[in-house]
C-alpha cells in the first residue's frame, strides 16, 4: 500500500496528475504564440510548466499531439466568446454588430488566440495532426456561424454553410490585416466595412417576409436593400 501511495505522489510530481496536463497546455500555448510551433522546445515547454518531460508524453504523446491540443483549446476560447456575445442581443442588426465588436476585441486585447492557429497552418501545413485540429476548429466556428444566423434572422436560409464559410473568411480578413498593418483607425474601417458587408450577405437570402421583419426591426433607420415601406 505503502509503494502504490509512493508511486502515485512521484508521479504526480513529474506532472503526469490531472494538474501537470493543464499547465502544459498553457504553458504550450504562451510557448507557441511567442516563439512558434517550430523554435519551441519540449523542454521549454516542460520547464515553464514544472514538469518532467516524461509528463507531456503521458498526457498527449508526442508534441504534435499537444501542438493539436492547444489548437483546440485556443479555437474554442474565442468561438466560445463570440457565441456569449451574439446571444447577448435579439436583435438582428444588434446581434451581428456584437459579432463584429467582438472580433475587434479578440484581436485588440488577446491576438493570440487568433494567430496561433495561423501560425500552425504555415508552419505544420504537412502535418496530419495539425490539419486535423484545425479543421476541427474551423468546422466548428462555422458551424456556430450557420446556428447564429439562423437563430437571429428566424429561418432557414439557402446555401446558409457558404454564407457562414464567407463570413467566416471575412473575419480571418481583417485578422490577417492587422497582424500585418496594426493600424486602429484602419481596422475600423476594415470592420465596419465588414459590418455591412454581412448584413448585405444575409438580406440577400432571405425571403420576402422575413426580410419585411427585419425591416420592421431597424426602427427609424434604411433597410439594407433601401428604404422601409
Known amino acids: 500500500m505503502a509503494r502504490r501511495r509512493t508511486k502515485s505522489r512521484q508521479r504526480r510530481d513529474r506532472g503526469a496528475g490531472p494538474g501537470g496536463r493543464e499547465r502544459l497546455l498553457q504553458a504550450a500555448i504562451r510557448r507557441f504564440a511567442e516563439k512558434g510551433y517550430a523554435a519551441t522546445g519540449i523542454a521549454d515547454v516542460c520547464a515553464e510548466a514544472g514538469v518532467a518531460k516524461t509528463a507531456l508524453y503521458w498526457h498527449y504523446e508526442s508534441k504534435e499531439g499537444l501542438l493539436a491540443a492547444v489548437v483546440e483549446a485556443v479555437g474554442n476560447q474565442w468561438i466560445e466568446r463570440l457565441q456569449k456575445a451574439v446571444y447577448l442581443e435579439g436583435d438582428p442588426l444588434q446581434r451581428i454588430d456584437r459579432l463584429v465588436g467582438e472580433w475587434r476585441q479578440i484581436l485588440l486585447e ?120
Do not use: N
Request: charged share 30%; glycine share 6%.
Open 110 to 229: 488577446q491576438p493570440e488566440l487568433l494567430r496561433l492557429p495561423l501560425v500552425t497552418q504555415l508552419e505544420q501545413g504537412d502535418s496530419d495532426v495539425a490539419r486535423t485540429a484545425l479543421r476541427k476548429v474551423w468546422r466548428r466556428a462555422e458551424q456556430a456561424l450557420v446556428q447564429g444566423i439562423e437563430d437571429t434572422v428566424g429561418c432557414s436560409l439557402p446555401d446558409v454553410d457558404l454564407l457562414a464559410h464567407t463570413v467566416f473568411v471575412l473575419l480571418q480578413g481583417a485578422m490577417l490585416r492587422q497582424m500585418a498593418d496594426p493600424d486602429p483607425d484602419g481596422l475600423e474601417r476594415v470592420l465596419d466595412d465588414l459590418r455591412r458587408t454581412i448584413v448585405l450577405l444575409v438580406y440577400d437570402r432571405l425571403p420576402e417576409d422575413a426580410r419585411y421583419r427585419l425591416r420592421e426591426a431597424v426602427s427609424g433607420s434604411e433597410a439594407p436593400g433601401g428604404p422601409r415601406d
